[in-house]
């Protein structure tokens, strides 16, 4: 393999590459840069624990203890009994002593080096930008496009769950009311979920006229090719089409509004119609009034249709499958819906209870719609197919080496590229990384190779003791293969 390319001076200034192997400190650290390096324009409230527990794919409940763990390095036994010094420890049995290991290392330095790569959570948009955007597409089924229309502000929160009155919050003429209002978190999801959704149509719409009526001459105008990663191309409209005539203008929207009405109101729209079912609404009288809660308890789901069935904290129901149906970590899991642990807890205490309107919206369209889900995190189903891009980046690069870029060993980079074998829970962000910049850029590869390498100089090895031995310690001890049960669970309440 070549030799990791030199990165130019990261954001993160003095910090931005440790000397000293990563620990729980540096998790903090990365937490006030993240915020510090947020566009305020682009989000409408800062980075939360979830956020930072799904950007490291640590479980939500685990990361207070793991801002003040150790380094691997300094843990000789990670598996301790109580009241044994760690040096006569079992490592089969007993107490998990939290560590920061070199896959949460690698993801740490990745951030602080280059923290574009964050934007793996969507910019949040704020109430005023999806209705400005996109509100002349939101609307009923069946009735026709409008502009916006200071009468149909109304109408807009209960597209999201909330009541009618939420809506005069929401979009408030006051600027100062709406820079104080953050929606909750479900809220958000669902109105980026809808600008998400909105952006790919319009970028697979706007490739598509590029490619056929763009003037040869146009073809390397910046002007005229995307910037923006995500929703936020939409601000870039006006720019992105500014090449096209009346003629290819007008078919460049008929197309557009063709494939927005195709997901609005087959999709979108018909998970607010079962949404409402389930709680004995008429979708036309709920999208009025706002009135989504429901406090009667579910007496009996035989009354239900199967794809109306309300959302409870029921084992039977879609919040306790929803996990497996989708093979979401737990982290992913409470990120995706707005939650928190202890959120999800209270909703499983209340079998009968239906769950908040919002997020058992998101919930549902989710589940009934897979691929909207790969707008908000894609995985790999298949490390093997990683493996097959990098190696075609850099040809010297093995299958041991597979694992030991993603912060475990070799054995672990063999058994993730088998036939049929799945991403494993500690690699699942970085894979989550490759497959979303790998289309676009090689860089992420060379990225990930020199945090790896970052910290295997900081653990006082060198690139190749790393990368030949498979080892992130200089004596030989390797606790990357070790099993940790307790990766990815909930927790106890």
């Not at 199967?306 to 409870?312: F, L, R, Y």
């Not at 209870?353 to 919206?361: F, L, N, P």
């Not at 829970?425 to 676009?440: E, G, Y």
Request: hydrophobic letters at 35%.
């Amino acid at each position: 393999m070549r030799s990791t390319p030199k990165a130019a001076s990261g954001k993160g200034g003095g910090f931005a590459n440790p000397s000293a192997p990563i620990d729980g400190s540096y998790i903090n650290i990365l937490s006030s840069f993240l915020d510090a390096t947020t566009d305020p324009m682009t989000s409408s409230s800062g980075l939360t624990n979830v956020d930072l527990a799904f950007l490291l794919n640590i479980p939500a409940q685990q990361l207070p203890l793991l801002r003040s763990a150790p380094s691997s390095m300094d843990v000789t036994d990670r598996r301790v009994q109580r009241n044994v010094p760690a040096s006569e420890g079992s490592r089969t049995a007993g107490q998990s002593i939290k560590c920061i290991r070199p896959y949460h290392a690698i993801l740490v330095r990745l951030y602080l080096r280059h923290p574009e790569y964050a934007t793996l959570i969507p910019p949040r948009p704020s109430s005023a930008e999806v209705y400005e955007l996109i509100q002349p597409f939101m609307r009923p089924a069946g009735q026709p496009w409008n502009n916006p229309e200071e009468s149909r502000r109304r109408w807009f929160a209960q597209l999201f769950g909330r009541s009618l009155i939420i809506s005069y919050k929401m979009l408030a003429n006051d600027p100062t009311v709406q820079a104080n209002r953050n929606n909750s978190r479900p809220v958000t999801h669902l109105q980026t979920l809808i600008m998400l959704r909105f952006a790919a149509e319009f970028r697979a719409t706007y490739a598509d006229f590029r490619e056929k009526y763009l003037p040869p001459e146009e073809a390397n105008n910046p002007l005229y090719i995307p910037q923006a990663q995500s929703w936020d191309i939409l601000h870039e409209r006006d720019s992105l089409t500014d090449w096209m005539d009346d003629g290819i203008y007008e078919s460049f929207s008929y197309e557009l509004t063709k494939r927005w009405s195709n997901w609005w109101d087959g999709k979108y729209m018909k998970t607010l119609e079962r949404e409402a079912r389930s709680r004995n609404l008429d979708l036309e009288d709920v999208l009025k009034t706002g009135q989504w809660k429901m406090d009667d308890e579910v007496s009996s789901f035989k009354d239900y249709p199967s794809d109306a069935m309300p959302i409870t904290g029921a084992d039977s129901s879609l919040l306790t499958s929803f996990r497996g149906f989708t093979g979401l970590s737990s982290s992913e899991f409470v990120w995706l819906l707005g939650i928190s642990p202890k959120t999800f807890f209270m909703y499983r205490k209340r079998p009968n209870q239906r769950i908040d309107a919002s997020v058992s919206i998101l919930m549902r369209h989710l589940y009934h719609n897979p691929d909207d889900l790969d707008l908000f995190i894609r995985i790999p189903h298949e490390p093997a197919g990683l493996l097959e891009r990098i190696q075609a980046i850099d040809p010297k690069f093995e299958r041991k080496h597979f694992g030991v870029l993603l912060g475990a060993g070799p054995v672990a980079g063999y058994n993730m590229t088998k036939a049929d074998s799945m991403v494993p829970a500690f690699a699942r962000r970085a894979a989550t990384l490759l497959a979303r910049h790998l289309d676009t850029s090689d860089d992420i590869y060379w990225h990930l190779r020199e945090a790896a390498e970052a910290e295997a100089k900081a653990r006082g090895l060198s690139a190749s003791q790393l990368w030949d031995n498979g080892t992130w310690h200089p004596s030989g001890h390797d606790d990357s293969e070790d099993d940790d049960s307790d990766q990815d669970d909930f927790g106890d309440d």
